[in-house]
């Protein structure tokens, strides 16, 4: 079964220091993963995506992932986090559009991320 | 301009209420969907449309019914609301597909802002 983990509940970090999540995935075929955050209190937007190519993805806001098919890891990493990156992070799974699976994304459980000064 | 909205932010309500939740997109986007995110802020698909057409029902109790009069739009209409239906409802689109395949921009999905619904 389909599956996304993101091992790290609640992460802090002090501002300007670096920052990496990680994500592990169970996928049965070549997965399209997706990390988005969630700022307090807002909707979900989108920071980047892998479908295929380049292992390593530059996102919005200064993020970046690689994708490791050899560990199905899709870490996300920021050199140096400032105060706005405070905020809930979400790995997530595609599933392929088929009949009734529609590309619906499959989450894992988030990483809070805490940004001290 | 807001590109995926819903209506309204925050909704308290009693058990037992019927409540409806409004979601616009004009994205001019095929599919949308309906996801319940609760309180430990796990997210999981409930519904999805594409063209407004039913395409995933993922086992929610018939108490919620989607709704969906036009591509751009999709309602959530919740029936005698219990307690565990406290949640963030968020709503999102994508592109969807075309005759000539899927493109990989139509697993690209945009959220609403969501709606806190409270039932007390």
């Known amino acids: 079964a389909q599956s996304v983990t993101q091992p790290d509940i609640h992460i802090t970090v002090s501002e300007g220091a670096s920052l990496e999540l990680r994500c592990n995935y169970s996928?049965?075929?070549?997965?399209?993963l997706f990390w988005y955050v969630q700022s307090p209190g807002q909707g979900l937007q989108l920071l980047l995506k892998y479908f295929s190519g380049d292992t390593l993805v530059q996102g919005i806001k200064g993020f970046e992932a690689e994708f490791k098919r050899s560990q199905s890891s899709f870490n996300l990493r920021k050199p140096s986090v400032h105060w706005s990156d405070a905020a809930e992070y979400f790995c997530a799974v595609a599933h392929r559009m088929t009949t009734d699976s529609w590309g619906k994304l499959q989450f894992g459980a988030g990483t809070q991320v805490v940004v001290t000064p | 301009d807001t590109a995926v909205s819903q209506t309204p932010k925050y909704l308290v309500t009693q058990m037992g209420n019927d409540k409806s939740i409004k979601c616009e997109q004009n994205l001019g986007h095929d599919t949308m969907y309906w996801y319940k995110q609760d309180s430990k802020k796990f997210l999981k698909i409930m519904f999805s449309?594409?063209?407004?057409?039913?395409?995933i029902n993922e086992t929610v109790p018939n108490r919620f019914s989607p709704k969906s009069p036009d591509k751009a739009h999709l309602n959530l209409h919740i029936n005698s609301l219990e307690l565990g239906d406290s949640a963030v409802y968020f709503c999102?689109?994508?592109?969807?597909?075309?005759?000539?395949?899927?493109?990989?921009?139509?697993?690209?999905?945009?959220f609403g802002p969501g709606t806190r619904l409270t039932v007390t």
């Open positions: 996928y049965g075929a070549t997965p399209y």
């Open positions: 449309y594409n063209n407004k057409e039913l395409i």
């Open positions: 999102a689109s994508s592109q969807g597909s075309g005759k000539r395949g899927i493109p990989l921009r139509s697993y690209e999905q945009y």
